[in-house]
């Protein structure tokens, strides 16, 4: 085999192979996926048809409830930037904190990050 069609043959095994493990047989004899594309709003730029998304659950104890859930949510954002996201691809969305019975409150944070 000469050098040419080994890079023909290994450039064909490169389109099919992914396109097998993602759709089957049928998406392999098809042309090679490209990623599709959201129709673009008149002001607004192109943007990818998928997101990433992922929640994060902080919890923590404090003196008083917002201090519980501050100290909640800065477990959430902690474990979010240990698993590479940034501070500002995420939101807090549901908090709560309740009363342990001797003084001290728990809080729950739910981080939601999007990318």
Sequence with gaps: M???SA??????????????LLGGAGTALAAPATPTRATPAR???????????????????????NSAIVA??????TKAVSAFWL???CNIGLTKATPDGIGWYL???RLYCRR
């Design 2 to 4: 000469n050098r040419s």
């Design 7 to 20: 890079l023909r043959l290994r450039a064909a095994a490169a389109l099919t192979l992914p396109a097998l």
């Design 43 to 65: 002001t607004a730029a192109w943007t990818a048809a998928w997101t990433e998304t992922a929640v994060f659950v902080g919890t923590a104890h404090g003196h008083t409830p």
């Design 72 to 77: 909640a949510g800065e477990v959430a954002y």
């Design 87 to 89: 501070r500002s691809q």
């Design 107 to 109: 809080g729950e944070a």
